[in-house]
């Protein structure tokens, strides 16, 4: 594109989303070495979940998806590094129409995606598909051989780099002060955590799994003097901690909730005067086929089978007016790491 017709075309709104939404999906495929998601691919991309890479292989039956995961936990144990992992994964996709046919049940209307019929749905086919009752204490358990090696042993250089150049984006746009009161909703392994508390952040995290929470303690807490307040729980009980919060933060968490707008509404009341709530690299995209519902990319329905994780995609519309309906301002979009996360910020209206 001719940089001079460039600039003038990042002008107007739609097409300057549709352009961050394309820089992000091709980084997404720099960074996990998927092959063939090209930009015509991403702006054909309408009626699926995920973009459709030339190499696709699409899981048609729990027979193909129960075989996807015995592979996917092979060449886990193969020693692979999580960036050749995700370039495996990336390559499935859960044929979804194959599996509403299988459940039995057509998705309702996208009329009214706050319906509690709507919720029941999403919440039912999540279950058929993962094959066990959706439980909050299934989210996050890790294996205990990462508790006895070095970070930078656990995780590999170049996801190290990643994250840290993510989180300097992210500060320059928080510009925490000392002491600035800062909540992790779904810290999981406590990356973000470490980086904010040395900034000199008041740190609070909270997340569902104790096995994390351990990790954070012995890595952080134990071994680099790292100073947080940790509470076990689901999202809900944020409700009886006793503070406010300037900052609250979800990093790649909130499509663990069932529930958006119980925990919105919770958290409304939790933000100080003039704080601000935070969605960094959450799945949030113009471009979903649902208002939200589970996301068929082999990473998530690999999660959603194995560990029985909650792994939900949201379109922008939608998330929008989840927002509306349950207090807060319009969301400001900010775009990290070269254009290839999105970061999502709002704040309460009263």
């Known amino acids: 594109m001719n940089s001079t017709i460039k600039k003038l075309a990042l002008k107007i709104p739609d097409v300057k989303r549709i352009y961050e939404e394309l820089t992000f999906l091709r980084n997404l495929n720099l960074k996990t070495g998927i092959s063939g998601l090209e930009e015509d691919n991403c702006l054909k991309f309408k009626d699926n979940v995920n973009p459709p890479s030339k190499k696709m292989n699409l899981l048609k039956s729990f027979e193909d998806l129960d075989r996807f995961i015995e592979i996917c936990a092979k060449k886990g144990q193969a020693g692979l590094s999580l960036n050749e992992q995700r370039a495996f994964w990336g390559s499935y996709q859960l044929d979804h129409q194959s599996f509403i046919a299988l459940f039995g049940k057509l998705p309702p209307s996208e009329s009214d995606p706050f319906s509690e019929a709507y919720s029941s749905w999403v919440m039912s086919f999540?279950?058929?598909v993962s094959g066990k009752?959706?439980?909050?204490d299934s989210e996050g358990n890790i294996s205990n051989d990462k508790m006895d090696k070095p970070l930078a042993v656990t995780f590999d250089f170049d996801y190290r780099m990643w994250h840290m150049r993510v989180y300097t984006d992210f500060v320059k746009i928080v510009r925490p002060q000392y002491g600035t009161r800062v909540l992790e909703m779904g810290c999981g392994f406590g990356h973000l955590v470490a980086f904010m508390e040395r900034l000199g952040c008041e740190v609070t995290a909270l997340d569902a799994s104790k096995s994390m929470l351990?990790?954070?303690?012995k890595?952080?807490?134990?071994?680099?003097n790292v100073k947080v307040n940790l509470i076990h729980g689901s999202y809900y009980d944020i409700e009886d901690y006793e503070g406010y919060f300037d900052v609250i933060v979800f990093e790649s968490s909130f499509h663990h909730c069932g529930e958006p707008v119980r925990l919105l509404e919770i958290l409304r009341k939790k933000l100080s005067q003039n704080g601000r709530l935070f969605f960094l690299n959450e799945p949030?995209?113009?471009s979903y086929d649902a208002p939200w519902g589970i996301r068929y990319?082999?990473?998530?329905?690999m999660q959603i089978r194995k560990n029985g994780w909650l792994e939900l995609g949201y379109r922008l519309d939608f998330f929008e007016e989840l927002l509306s309906r349950t207090g807060f301002h319009k969301m400001k979009t900010h775009t990290l790491h070269d254009g290839g996360v999105f970061l999502f910020e709002t704040s309460s209206i009263s």
């Open 126 to 128: 999540f279950e058929f």
């Open 133 to 136: 009752k959706y439980s909050f």
């Open 214 to 217: 351990n990790f954070i303690n």
């Open 219 to 224: 890595k952080y807490v134990s071994e680099q």
């Open 284 to 286: 949030i995209l113009s």
């Open 297 to 301: 990319d082999g990473e998530s329905i």
